[in-house]
């Protein structure tokens, strides 16, 4: 199973030693670092576990999987959910995220059908420790264990992942983790190797002859990497005006940041540095779209879909021409119209993080142009 120590021994160096002491950042470092080690000897055992007992998951095919990508905060995860309705796909699961591995998730579904016979007293427990852990999200995105959710968790467990600037706030010094395209070729090709494990660990759990369909804000930074494993992948991006996007994407990291070191400001230089990232997904999934074939590539108005969601799906499956079931068709009317009066309480602006709109003009004036978004 693959893990990325140049930046995992970088990532210690800067906390421990380019940092001054802190005592509550080194506990939270040495806790949640514990917490990883563990974790990962843990699904590393059941991957070893799947390729003795489940022998045929090395062989299972990966056929033009459709992977969402666009920053966070721009609705990839309302289309995640209404595409994942549909049976002939395989989604991830946040359960799944944690546990990639075929064994323990054949372990937990027959724990989960155990529970039910016995009146469900561990659904209880979850439910409450769901409310407990991850309600305080809901109004930003909402995380229950058997839930759709991003692919970004399977690569916690490489360390290559923008999860990690929320212990280690370096975003210019550990660029790569959030910008995997940035990787040495052999990393990059390692990495993706344990991808592509991962999905078909996926696909032979929970429909073999089903398409994956992936959701994962930080592959805005791997278009790349994720067209050399899969030539045949197929991607839809979803353009929102960065002014409201990228104050957006910042605000989810901040509370973490301050949890462990209160000393970073709202305009500070780690909040200007995680914005970059934020901008350079924008720039490199629009320079993407200008390279990757057209019938590889479909772009979504947040907009128009935020307006017109059936119509927006409806466009991605005739763009690549997937066929949508009556059945299909039902759920999502139902589920469009019920997510339809949704609106988020919070909103950020860019002052707030010692940002401008004439930064964002000057760094992605391009783009706003060829979408026409206002400037």
């Not at 429909?207 to 994956?212: A, E, L």
């Not at 074939?293 to 969601?309: G, K, L, P």
Request: charged share 25%; glycine share 6%; net charge positive.
């Amino acid at each position: 199973m693959y893990f990325d120590a140049p930046l995992f021994w970088r990532a210690q160096y800067l906390t421990f030693l380019r940092r001054p002491f802190r005592v509550r950042r080194w506990a939270y470092t040495i806790f949640f670092m514990g917490l990883l080690g563990v974790m990962w000897v843990l699904v590393a055992t059941g991957r070893l576990l799947d390729l003795i007992f489940y022998p045929a998951v090395r062989q299972q095919p990966v056929i033009a999987p459709i992977f969402i990508v666009a920053p966070p905060r721009s609705g990839t995860t309302f289309l995640q959910k209404l595409m994942s309705l549909d049976e002939q796909f395989v989604h991830s699961k946040l359960y799944q995220t944690i546990f990639p591995s075929v064994i323990y998730q054949e372990m937990l579904q027959g724990i989960v059908q155990l529970d039910r016979i016995i009146g469900a007293p561990g659904r209880r427990i979850i439910e409450w420790a769901e409310k407990r852990w991850f309600g305080g999200w809901d109004e930003m995105h909402k995380m229950r264990f058997d839930q759709p959710e991003e692919d970004d968790g399977f690569f916690v467990y490489t360390f290559v992942t923008e999860a990690i600037f929320l212990l280690f706030p370096y975003v210019n010094e550990l660029w790569a983790a959030g910008f995997q395209d940035a990787l040495p070729r052999e990393r990059r090709k390692r990495l993706m190797a344990y991808y592509r494990q991962c999905l078909q660990r996926q696909l032979y759990a929970n429909g073999r002859d089903k398409t994956i369909l992936s959701k994962a804000t930080q592959s805005s930074g791997s278009v790349r990497c994720l067209l050399e494993e899969f030539p045949d992948a197929r991607f839809i991006t979803i353009v929102r005006h960065p002014y409201e996007s990228v104050p957006s994407h910042v605000s989810v990291f901040y509370p973490v940041w301050q949890a462990h070191s209160p000393e970073i400001a709202r305009d500070s230089e780690v909040s200007r540095a995680y914005a970059k990232l934020a901008v350079e997904w924008y720039r490199h999934l629009h320079l993407m779209g200008k390279t990757v074939r057209s019938e590889q590539f479909y772009c979504v108005d947040y907009r128009q879909m935020m307006q017109d969601a059936v119509g927006t799906v409806t466009g991605i499956y005739k763009h690549y021409g997937l066929t949508m079931s009556d059945a299909f068709s039902a759920k999502l009317r139902l589920s469009a119209q019920r997510e339809r009066g949704f609106k988020s309480k919070h909103h950020y602006t860019l002052e707030e993080f010692g940002l401008s709109k004439e930064w964002i003009q000057s760094e992605l004036g391009e783009l706003l142009d060829a979408h026409s978004l206002a400037r």
